[in-house]
Nanobody, 120 residues
């Protein structure tokens, strides 16, 4: 089970840190990612991290503003979001894949989302 938290209402330019804690099994050896879905839009990829934490990838829209990290001892992945924009408003989901983290269509396990609202 994946439990995302940390969403909320923030003004443009502000920051939030999302967390995704896994329970029931360890995902220490799986790549993990964050996705988001804005109202009326399809879900889109945001960022992902290798199981070791040694490599990360980002969507162009968040590059330089968001940072993904993980703590395998805590079975948790994080998304630090800085310089938030109104267009970042969405429900954010964490997910796990048995495949390579860049195969964004092959994420297998999904957590419930956490809502991020950025006001202008």
């Amino acid at each position: 089970q994946l439990q995302a938290s940390g969403g909320g209402l923030v003004q443009a330019g502000g920051s939030l840190r999302l967390s995704c804690a896994a329970s029931g099994r360890t995902f220490s050896y799986y790549d993990m990612g964050w996705f988001r879905q804005a109202p009326g839009k399809e879900r889109e990829f945001v960022s992902a991290i290798r199981w070791s934490g040694g490599s990360t990838i980002y969507a162009d829209s968040v590059k330089g503003r968001f940072t993904i990290s993980r703590d395998n001892a805590k079975n948790t992945v994080y998304l630090q979001m800085n310089s938030l924009k109104p267009e970042d408003t969405a429900v954010y989901y964490c997910a796990v894949t048995k495949f390579h983290y860049s195969d964004i269509d092959k994420y297998d396990w999904w957590g419930q989302g956490t809502l991020v609202t950025v006001s202008s």
